[in-house]
């Protein structure tokens, strides 16, 4: 059974920083690319973040460059999210997903909130 556990959202004030993890079981991990997307309310779910399966190559969206690191444990079968010098534009669900080889599966965890409030 899949299974992608996001964990470590919380609320924060400005310049807060959160890490957040994505623990995943059920497939091969280290075969997965891993992407963090994010979900504001009344908004479309964006792109924030994403690493190859190797764990090179991370892109992250413009709006969280220098401020987000994408990692990842291959050992462990988690992703990271740090998130330092957090906004309130910041505030959503951030949901894991893990994308196969050939784009012939992808998965989704349940998400976690992130506030952003002083």
């Known amino acids: 059974q899949v299974q992608l556990v996001e964990s470590g959202g919380g609320s924060v004030q400005p310049g807060g920083s959160l890490r957040l993890s994505c623990a995943a079981s059920g497939f091969t991990f280290s075969t997965y690319v891993m992407r963090w997307y994010r979900q504001a309310p009344g908004k479309e779910r964006e792109l924030v973040a994403a690493i190859s399966s190797s764990g090179g190559s991370p892109n992250y969206a413009d709006s969280v460059k220098g401020r987000f690191t994408i990692s990842r444990d291959n050992g462990k079968n988690t992703v990271y999210l740090q998130m330092n010098s957090l906004k309130p534009e910041d505030t959503a669900v951030y949901y894991c997903?893990?994308?196969?080889?050939?784009?012939?599966?992808?998965?989704w965890g349940q998400g976690t909130q992130v506030t952003v409030s002083s």
């Open positions: 997903n893990a994308l196969g080889p050939l784009f012939l599966s992808a998965y």
